[in-house]
């Protein structure tokens, strides 16, 4: 039987990386506020695991890293696919 599989995002590791370059907090209500984007969404974007990606959000914070960092990133960079049973077994 195949796994269920599922997509998780790269944000909070973003939002590290991008503090340590920029040498100051990155706040997910800064990302809200830059992008338009509620702040739940960008809550959930850091920690939900979503059944399929989520590309238009994903591109809108994408554009808000690539705008501020040296580092290029894509939207296919933002999501790594997770199997959902090990994070059921896990939890």
Request: aromatic letters at 8%; hydrophobic letters at 35%; zero cysteines.
């Amino acid at each position: 039987m195949a796994r269920k599989r599922g997509y998780a995002t790269n944000l909070e590791q973003w939002k590290r990386e991008l503090s340590a370059e920029l040498q100051r907090d990155v706040t997910s209500e800064e990302i809200a506020r830059e992008t338009g984007l509620a702040y739940s969404t960008v809550i959930k974007h850091g920690g939900h695991v979503f059944s399929r990606p989520e590309t238009d959000t994903a591109a809108r914070i994408v554009d808000f890293f690539n705008e501020r960092s040296e580092k290029k990133r894509t939207t296919l960079d933002y999501f790594v696919e997770v199997d959902l049973g090990q994070l059921l077994a896990v939890g």
